[in-house]
């Protein structure tokens, strides 16, 4: 079985916002065996969002109907995440996990949430 590290990203998104995409992308035609397992590693790990979503009883409740993937993921390789209504308590780091046959390939993602206010401070605007 081959691991593949991708690298991370850092995403910021602005108090009040409707809605943020943890991205995430693989190789387009995927084969119909391929899972993705979003998890958040911190404070503690926690099941964020699991595809095929046959078994969701072991997403954490913070998460449930508030995440969503592309619904044609499997034949444009893109496994990002749209989290809904993210607050201040969705801040930290998300591992997007793509299951494609003796491959693992892994992504991380840093959701940093930015109060009104700490804008300038930050260099980032909205």
């Known amino acids: 079985m081959a691991e593949s590290r991708l690298g991370g990203e850092e995403v910021k998104v602005a108090e009040g916002a409707e809605s943020v995409l943890l991205p995430c992308r693989t190789s ?14 911190e404070p503690a790990v926690n099941v964020v969002y699991m595809y095929p979503r046959r078994n969701q009883e072991n997403q954490d409740d913070l998460y ?8 044609d993921l499997l034949r444009t390789g893109d496994v990002s995440l749209t989290l809904r209504f993210p607050t201040d308590r969705d801040s930290g780091t998300y591992i997007c996990t793509v299951y494609r046959g003796e491959d693992i390939l892994r ?15 930050s260099g980032w605007s909205y």
């Open 28 to 41: 387009p035609d995927l084969h119909e065996k391929t899972s993705v397992e979003w998890t958040r590693s």
């Open 64 to 71: 449930c109907g508030r995440t969503k993937l592309n619904e």
């Open 107 to 121: 992504w991380k993602v840093v959701l940093k949430h930015v109060r009104k206010g700490q804008c300038r401070a």
